[in-house]
């Protein structure tokens, strides 16, 4: 076997091993919505598929001088540099998620390797496996729905559900009768879906509060969308609803828990949110949490943060890292496909 052979083979066995542990979470960005370029929008692109949508030519001109700014990282860095402070988001903000629903309302991506991630997840029967994202789009809501597979997102109804967190507390049993009398069966565990920057069909309603309308729906008069916080409030945690809720439970999922997770699976996220960044460090101060960072591609900052640490793989289109060593790409294990194959 060559050199990379045995680089790779060492690679895909120590994927596979962590993949299929348990306390297993995952955390899905933009990539994993990419499908090739028939899903979603990388976070790249995004502006040049919205900009047309922004309602206020002052205020969308605003947003891409911005833009221009060598020092500026991204859209919601943009976002964040003309925030007014208050505690909903600025004008800007709410134009750019007005402008992502009206384009995202445009698209009907392939939900067939999201239906078969849902599947498999659920056929493990693990409680309350935890789903992180940082996407707005609801290719994993309507994949599940398809897929017959329960999962909870934190809201409760129908028409204009309302947000509830205790739903990811709550535990699923069916009554069965057996030889001791009649005893509680866990029958349904159901896949936990955190959506940590907000999510389409997501409203704050200023008289019913957090809710969540079908994705394609207008929204009632007087809301606002509930996408894109603001990152430094993000990090400092003053927000209130859903988000506050949502990121302790992340929190908790890497330290704080009883049982917090052991590993943690990155795909198609390119790490570029120091406020996720931050606590997915401090895990990593654990002896006995791995990450695994599966993407395309990472910048070479990124890269050099992240590849000596000793419990975390990285594996990219041109180059990996496992255990601190690093070495050549060429194998496809960062394709979201490859990880719904191999789960």
Not at 189 to 218: E, I, N, V
Not at 291 to 317: A, C, F, H, P, Y
């Amino acid at each position: 076997m060559t050199e990379n052979g045995e680089w790779h083979r060492r690679l895909t066995e120590k994927f596979d091993q962590q993949i299929r542990s348990q306390r297993v979470g995952f955390l899905l960005g933009a990539g994993t919505s990419y499908l090739g370029g028939s899903g979603y929008p990388l976070a790249s692109s995004l502006w040049e598929h919205i900009r047309s949508r922004i309602a206020d030519p002052e205020r969308r001109d605003e947003i891409e001088a911005k833009l221009e700014q060598s020092e500026t990282k991204g859209l919601e860095h943009a976002l964040d540099l003309l925030d007014d402070g208050g505690p909903m988001g600025g004008p800007h903000r709410h134009l750019v998620a007005e402008a992502i629903a009206s384009y995202f309302a445009t698209l009907d991506p392939p939900l067939e390797a999201h239906k078969t991630f849902v599947r498999r997840l659920a056929a493990r029967s693990v409680p309350r496996l935890k789903i992180f994202s940082l996407n707005y789009d609801p290719l994993l809501e309507r994949a599940a729905a398809q897929a017959k597979v329960r999962l909870h997102d934190g809201f409760i109804g129908h028409e204009h559900a309302f947000f509830e967190p205790v739903v990811f507390d709550e535990r699923i049993v069916q009554i069965r009768g057996t030889h001791r009398g009649r005893q509680p069966d866990e029958t349904a565990k159901p896949l936990q879906l955190l959506k940590l920057h907000g999510s389409l069909g997501w409203y704050d309603c200023p008289k019913l509060g957090t809710r969540r309308a079908a994705f394609g729906d207008d929204l009632p008069t007087e809301t606002r969308r509930l996408m894109i916080p603001p990152q430094r409030r993000k990090a400092a945690d003053t927000m209130g609803q859903p988000y506050a809720a949502l990121w302790s439970a992340f929190r908790g999922a890497l330290r704080q828990d009883t049982y917090p997770l052991n590993r943690l699976i990155a795909m198609g996220y390119g790490f570029a949110d120091e406020h996720v960044n931050t606590l997915i460090e401090s895990a990593l101060a654990r002896t006995d949490f791995s990450l695994l960072i599966l993407t395309r591609e990472l910048e070479d900052g990124v890269w050099e943060r992240w590849n000596t640490k000793r419990n975390v793989m990285i594996v990219t289109e041109d180059r990996c890292a496992l255990a601190g060593d690093c070495g050549p790409g060429g194998i496809d294990l960062w394709r979201f496909e490859s990880l719904v194959e191999r789960i």
